[in-house]
Structure formats: C-alpha cells, structure tokens
C-alpha cells in the first residue's frame, strides 16, 4: 500500500502562537479524514484573520489539545529550534503471534509533517532615552504586527496545502471500515519532553520502516 | 457496463452533490442562511456525511444531473437604486460544480468494476471533495463580508446576494481579469468526472465596504396600517413559512434578506385565518417541526423561476419589507361560524383591538406563536367563565372602535344579524363578540359557547342616556324572537350614528360588569318601554 506523505511548510512561529497553528492545522487535517458524519463547526483563529473547521467531536479537541500541550512542553525546554509534529493514519491489520504476544502491525498510509520553526520573542530595545524608548517600542509593535500578519498568510497557505493535497490524493484512502467520526484511526507525534530530539527522529525512522517507503521529504 | 442500480447510484451521488455543493456555498455567503444543522441530522442532511442543514428545495439545484450548477455570489451595494453613480453590483465568486460526460474521441472508457463497488468509490470521493470545498469557502476573502455582514448590527453599504443558473455565463475580459481560478481534483463517476471549481476575486479591497449612513427601512404596510390592503390573500405556501419562525422578522438594518417574495402577505381579516396557524391542523407541518423546516422559509423568499434558467437571490431586506413578520403569525382569529359569514368577518375585523383588563389572561391558541410578541396586544380577558361580567380595566375608547368598526361595515342585514347576536347575548348567551375585548378567536367561541355569559352592557341604570344606550341595546337584545327587532335598525345611518353615541355613553356610565341575570331581565323590558 502506498503510504503518502505531505511535508507541509515551514511556519515560524513564536511560542505563543504555537497552540493555535497547531490546532488549525491538526484539525483542518482530521476534517478531511474524518469521514464518518460530522457537524461542521467554524473556529476564528484568535490571533488571525482565518476561520478553519473542525469536527464537533469533544474527543478529538480534547486529544489534539493533549498533543499540542504535550509538544509546548517539549518547545519550553528545548526553545528556539526546528521541530515537527506528524500526523499518521494507519490501517492495523495481520496480528502476528509472536512470542511476547499477538503483535498489532500498522500500515500507515498518509502521513503529515507540520513543520515548525520556533522563535522566541524579541525583547524591545531598551535605551535610556525617552523618546527613543517610544520609537523603539512602536517599532517593535509594528514589526510584531507585521510579523503576525505575515504568519497569519503563511497559515492559510499551508490550509490552502492541505486542501490541495486532499484533493490530489485519494486513491490511497481505505475504505471506509465504521460509522464513526473518525473513521481511520490516526496517531500524532510530537517531540518527547524526556527525549532528545534524536529519540524523536528514531520513532520516526521507525515508521518508515514499517511503511516499507522512504519517506518523501519532498 | 454498469448495472442499472448502480447508474441510479450514481445518478442520486451526483445530484446529492450538486444540491449540497450548493448548500454548502450558500450557507457560507448569504448572511441569514447560516443554517444550523438540526439534531438528529435528517435522512437527507446524512449525505457525504456532512450535516449542514436542509436547503429548501425552492433553492435547490433543479437542473438534469448532467446540467452545470453555477453559483454566482454577488456584492450588491444598498443604496438608492436610481442614483446612477451608484456602483453596479459585482460578481465576486463564481462557483461551477457539473458532471463532465468523457469526451467521444477520448481514449478507451477506463475500467469500471461490476461488483457495485464504483459507486462506493465515488461516494468516498465526494465526501472529500465537499469537505474540501467546505474548507476553502472558509479561506476564501468573501467569507470575511459574510462574517462582517452577519455579525454587525450596523447596516453596511454592501450586501452579499447570490445567483443559480445551469449555465455559464461568460465574464467580460475585465471581470476575467479581476478573477482567479482554483479547480478541485476531480472524481470519476460513472458518468464522467464531477468538477468543482472556483472563480473569485483575491482582493476585495476595492469595494468600500463600510456602514451604511442610510436610515433604516420602514416597513409602510405592516398588518393594520392604511396603506396594507385587507383584502389580499394568504399565499398558498404560508403554511410553511406560519410553521417556520423567521429568524430575522426584524433583520438588522441594512442586511437584507432573501429576495423578493412572490406570495402576498396574510391578515387577521382573512377568512380562514387559522388555515395557516402552526397548531392548525389545516396548515403545515407540526409546531416540532419548526426547526427543521426553518430552510424552506428562506426558499419561500427566493425567487425560484427566472428568464434563462436563473434563479436570484438577495440578502436584501427590500424583499423581506414585502413579507413582515407578522404576516406569518396566525394572529388571532374570531371563531369560524363559516367561513364567509358576516359574523365571522366582524370577528377577524375587530380581533386585533385590544381591550386591556386588570388581569390580562387570555387564552389563545397560538401558544406557541412567535410572532404574538409582534401582534399588537391581545384583548386580554380572564380565564373566568364570564369574562365579561369584569369591567375593571375596560378600555372604552376600544370598545367604541370596535364598535364604530362594527357599524361601519355593518348594513342593515348585518345588523340585523348582529341584532341576534346581541339578544343572545343580553339573554345570556354567548359573549358580546362585536365588542370582542380578546384578539383570541378561539377563546372567544369557547366564550360564544359559554351559557353563563351576560351581555356586558346590560346595565340597569335609568338615565335617559343610559336608557337610550339601552334601548338600543334592548333592541339588539332580543333576537331570537323577531318581534323584538327595532325599526332602527333599517334606519338611515344617521340614526346609526346616534345610536353608537348612545351606546358609547351607557357603556362610560355602566356598571361594573359583574352583575347576575336579573340586570339583563331589567334592560330588556326597558328596550321594550323605548
């Protein structure tokens, strides 16, 4: 089976901000992969002009918020890095009996990589002139402004990404196996906050093998 | 070659599609037809698993499955229509959804399996598709007016309208220029590819969209003004709409509503008022109903037969003005002696003046009316058998309306029969309906079968006014017995007049209503005496 994977572009984004790309993304994602009956439900992005869409399933809000919490965690004590979060839907299938037990074996079939840049806030200059305080601190609102505005055009960018990506790819998707909301099951993986960056990679180089693909970094 | 199940199959997908395409479009840029999906989402509402609502089928899609859908979204300016330097209306989107049969000289059909799993496929398909479409209707610029447009209370100078045709019409080279394009992937069918695509403006910065400095809209024929004509009908759809509360009964200035409706708008004089009340079983659908029927109201609005196979509508409030709120309320009506009776159309005529009294119970059959807010306030009445016996709180001021409405469109014949219905009352009978203090039809027949109730001005005072008054209600007063109907009554409408005057003057100077037979008995011999 092939397994299709989009790298999504790059975002760089500020600690602040992570929760709500995340949260457009992850669930502009699952809105296309969960196809079981759903109730659209509009969600204004609070920092930007974008409205995207969600399921109106409290699980599936309740389990993406744990995730993003889960890779802030990992942002606060690893600051000012580039990091991924990947979303994975996988068919589990063939329950090898092994020696340690029946072994669930997953083939993944799409796979996202939400790619971040995380920055830390710039601090304003400080300077003991009055005046030149103010002007630097107008500055620095300005350039925030414009720094939001353009990360808010970044966003819907990668929205418009994974639109073209859903629609281009559709050979691939299983058939549907249950009623429910979510109908493929998924997981997502973010940075572990006692791992380094590497045993992130390794879990990573993990599922690759089990797809049996290279993964596309395209 | 497919089954013929499977061709139904996919012929019920792709219309399904087209019909929710366009739900979907029309729900994200025609500001108050956001619908919301009602619980549990119907059979209909099921399909590509995404619950949006129900579109009424006035606005769905009516073309062969094969015929394009084209939905243009307008920005419209609201203005003075007259005003040449106003700006044209622009089209802003263009959405094309169609089923493209393969072309004849295309290479071999590809391989479609005949184990019903095609259909299958395509179904899956188009669920993403319509959730992709979903999605970009989000993150395309029109959606930030439509936002603007339904969360404003304040009128803007543009207003979001929208235009169905099966057709496409071509944009002049300047609009070409303007437009982008953004094309779905398409799906195979077993009748071709299902094509989605988008025409829309990137910027829409060009439109000064800011709030409107125009006053609001006045509506100059609502129910009961001189302007209104009594006389005009209930449209035939009205049961619907009666059953559906109108969301934006007062929409916020400058938002207009759907477009122009082609039915004319209901009165409490109509003859069968209660034909279209949503308690009545005569009329639409039941009272639960209302949620889920709340699209079809909007489709009531649309104009659904255009030139050229078009269909337009508008957010417009200029269409709405033409169906106020309270043409959709069953406003109270008289109790139906027959549909036609003079009887029954003094009913409808004085129904809507209230008689305000100490305890403004009432009962009224529209409880569940949405619009009784908007009614002018009912006669309240008591609960009590003989509602009338009560002269707190009675409004003689409508008491003489209601009777100077009565007389005025009473003739001789009229009044001879509201001459009997007067003695029935005076003996006892049914409530004196001309002087109706209570807008609920019903309630007054639940009065007119009432035994116990006593003519209100049946007072025994002996002032010459009062015994003038009295006279003439003496003269009303014994009906069932012809000998006692008063030669005033085929007097001139002179005499009528004076007759009012007396009646108005006996009823200042009545007694409080709450009196035992005995005061009927008392009037009655003194009309005789007169």
């Not at chain 1, 020696?99 to 400080?126: A, D, M, T």
């Not at chain 2, 269409?319 to 009913?347: N, V, Y």
């Not at chain 2, 016996?389 to 003489?400: I, P």
Request: charged letters at 20%; proline letters at 9%; glycine letters at 6%.
């Amino acid at each position: 089976m092939n397994c299709e994977t989009c790298q999504l572009k790059e975002l760089v984004v500020e600690p602040p901000e992570i929760r709500e790309v995340l949260r457009s993304i992850l669930h502009t994602i699952l809105f296309h992969r969960a196809l079981g009956l759903v109730r659209p439900k509009d969600v204004e992005c609070e920092l930007f002009d974008i409205i995207y869409v969600q399921c109106e399933d409290h699980e599936l809000e309740k389990k993406i918020d744990e995730k993003i919490n889960q890779f802030i965690g990992w942002v606060e004590k690893h600051p000012n890095r580039k990091s991924q979060v990947c979303i994975s839907f996988y068919e589990v299938k063939n329950k090898h009996a092994t020696w340690f037990g029946n072994k669930i074996e997953r083939f993944y079939w799409e796979q996202w990589y939400i790619n971040l840049h995380i920055v830390s806030p710039k601090p304003h200059g400080k300077s003991h002139n009055t005046k030149a305080h103010v002007v630097t601190g107008e500055n620095a609102f300005e350039e925030s402004n414009s720094r939001c505005a353009a990360l808010g055009s970044s966003l819907r960018e990668v929205l418009l990404q994974i639109i073209n990506f859903v629609n281009e790819k559709k050979d691939h998707i299983p058939p549907l196996q249950n009623s429910e909301i979510v109908s493929f099951p998924y997981e997502i993986s973010t940075p572990s906050s006692s791992d380094s960056s590497f045993g992130w990679h390794a879990d990573v180089l993990k599922r690759m093998l089990q797809t049996g693909h290279p993964s596309m970094l395209s | 070659m497919a089954t013929p199940s499977e061709s139904d199959r996919t012929e019920q997908i792709i219309t399904l599609f087209l019909h929710k395409a366009q739900h979907a479009v029309l729900a994200s840029r025609i500001p108050h037809l956001n619908l919301s999906a009602p619980r549990p989402a119907s059979a209909r509402d099921r399909w590509f698993h995404l619950a949006l609502g129900d579109l009424p089928a006035q606005i769905g899609h009516h073309g062969a499955v094969m015929d394009p859908l084209v939905v243009d979204i307008l920005l419209t300016p609201r203005g003075d229509a007259d005003d040449p330097a106003g700006s044209p209306e622009a089209v802003v989107e263009r959405w094309t959804a169609q089923c493209v049969p393969p072309s004849p000289w295309s290479a071999a059909a590809p391989h479609h399996p005949h184990d019903g799993s095609w259909h299958r496929k395509t179904y899956k398909k188009s669920i993403i598709l319509l959730r992709s479409l979903y999605a970009l209707l989000r993150l395309l610029p029109a959606h930030r007016i439509f936002r603007l447009l339904c969360s404003s209370s304040q009128p803007y100078n543009y207003d979001l309208s929208y235009r169905i045709s099966s057709f496409v019409a071509p944009f002049s080279r300047a609009e070409d220029a303007e437009l982008k394009q953004y094309s779905f992937a398409p799906v195979e069918t077993l009748f071709g590819q299902l094509v989605v695509s988008v025409q829309y403006r990137p910027s829409l910065a060009n439109f000064n969209l800011e709030v409107s400095s125009m006053p609001p809209m006045i509506i100059t024929d609502y129910v009961g003004s001189p302007a209104a004509d009594p006389m005009r009908p209930f449209p035939s759809s009205l049961p619907e709409r009666v059953s559906r509360p109108i969301m934006h009964q007062y929409p916020p200035t400058g938002i207009r509503t759907s477009a122009t409706p082609s039915f004319d708008r209901p009165h409490s004089w109509n003859s069968t008022p209660l034909a279209h009340h949503p308690l009545s079983s005569a009329s639409g659908p039941p009272v639960s109903e209302i949620g889920f029927l709340l699209p079809e109201h909007y489709g009531h609005l649309v104009p659904n037969q255009r030139p050229l196979g078009e269909t337009k509508g508008s957010s417009g409030y200029n269409e709405l003005k033409l169906s106020p709120p309270l043409s959709t309320s069953a406003s109270p009506s008289p109790p139906t002696r027959g549909g036609d009776s003079p009887q029954s159309r003094f009913h409808l005529e004085t129904a809507p003046v209230s008689i305000p009294t100490g305890k403004s119970q009432h009962r009224s059959p529209n409880l569940s009316d949405p619009f009784k807010s908007l009614l002018p306030p009912p006669s309240p009445r008591s609960t009590r058998a003989d509602p009338f016996r009560k002269s707190e709180g009675l409004n003689l001021g409508d008491v003489y309306s209601n009777f100077h409405i009565y007389a005025a469109h009473k003739g001789l014949k009229d009044g001879r029969d509201d001459s009997g219905r007067f003695s029935a009352l005076s003996s006892g009978g049914s409530p004196r309906y001309g002087f109706s203090r209570s807008s609920s039809r019903l309630s007054i027949q639940d009065d007119l079968d009432d035994g116990d109730f006593s003519y209100p001005f049946a007072v025994d005072d002996v002032d010459t006014s009062d015994s003038q008054a009295r006279s003439f209600d003496g003269r009303e007063a014994p009906e069932d017995t012809s000998s006692h109907k008063s030669p005033e009554y085929g007097s001139s409408h002179k005499s009528r007049e004076a007759e009012v005057g007396i009646l108005v003057h006996m009823l200042k100077t009545a007694a409080p209503l709450r009196q035992g037979q005995g005061s009927l008995q008392s009037s009655e011999s003194n009309a005789e005496v007169i």
